[in-house]
């Protein structure tokens, strides 16, 4: 990655485990929580990065389609003169059609998947977050984990962030920072435009087309938006969990919902991976024969085994 310019940044985490204070709770159960336990903290370095004004955090499965810039002109709302901020935030896609504070100091999306609709606190998916980086806010959250006023029944401050997939870490922990400590200072933006996850909306099953059960937002029906039925057009970010990861060689060929948007996106991974290769890297193009419609000659076939890495040329 360095040979291709990225910066290259050692995360560690912000409190060791066997530092965390408070009834032993959170010590004893953090590491085996959610997808990699206390390892989930590293990603709260991204607030350290203070040379830049505005960072955003992606998981590795993550698309940029679009430039995020109406995230950034309202972020950057009092540094611009050219009238980009105001422009940004009428057009901006907030849940619930709820205000924009004056100063917004992050945006993120929710993850309505990991609770039921009627759970007051919803967890924040942990793939996307734009914030503004300060190290007066990271400095807060090591002491929120390292105070460890986390309880079983009532999650973070006993307030109920938690329990849910994640909740003892980033899933958990910034929508407790940013709905609980300092309300009003964040934006929910709509998860159908950025971290596009393909998810059922609902509680029930789709089949044939048609869904069923209650609205995870909590939304009356005619509100409930199918992030599935959104124009890959309109998303800004994809986030390949649902639809599972590219180097898999899934196909999504059904002609299901919940399969139709998943295929336009792993084809566009696969279309941006082509480009980077031939037009950027002057390489040849993939041999693969499997749905190259899909897949642009880079997977032999169906699932891990048959995708072809990537190979780094030397630069």
Known sequence: LQELNYVIIEGYDPVSVQDIQGDGFLRTKVVKNGCCGEKEFIKLHAYTIVQHPVVVHLDLDVLVLQPLD?????????EEEDGAAEEARKKL?????????????????????????????????????????????????????????????????????????GSMTFQGIIPYYYDAL?????????????????DNPRTGRTVNDIVSGDCRTGEKD?????????????????????????????????????????????????RVRKDLEVNTWN?????????????????????????????????
């Open 70 to 78: 109406d995230l950034f002109d309202i972020m950057l709302e009092e």
């Open 93 to 165: 896609p907030v849940m619930f059609q709820a205000s924009i504070p004056d100063k917004v100091d992050a945006f993120f999306t929710r993850d309505y998947n990991m609770v039921m609709p009627h759970s007051k606190r919803k967890p924040v998916q942990g793939g996307f977050l734009a914030l503004r980086p300060s190290m007066e806010t990271y400095n807060e959250f090591v002491n929120i984990i390292r105070t460890g006023h986390y309880t079983k029944g009532g999650g973070w401050g006993d307030l109920g962030f938690g329990p849910f997939y």
């Open 182 to 198: 300092h309300p009003n200072t964040a934006v929910e933006v709509s998860r159908c435009i950025y971290n596009q996850m393909c």
């Open 222 to 270: 005619d509100k409930c938006e199918d992030c599935r039925e959104r124009p890959m057009e309109d998303v800004k970010t994809a986030h390949f969990t649902l639809c599972q990861k590219p180097w898999e060689c899934l196909p999504h060929d059904g002609g299901r919902i919940q399969e139709r948007l998943c295929k336009k996106l792993i084809t566009e991974w696969f």
């Open 283 to 315: 390489k040849e193009e993939g041999v693969g024969m499997f749905k190259k419609d899909i897949f642009h000659g880079y997977c032999t076939s169906h699932g891990k085994k048959g995708y072809i890495p990537m190979e780094v040329p030397r630069l």
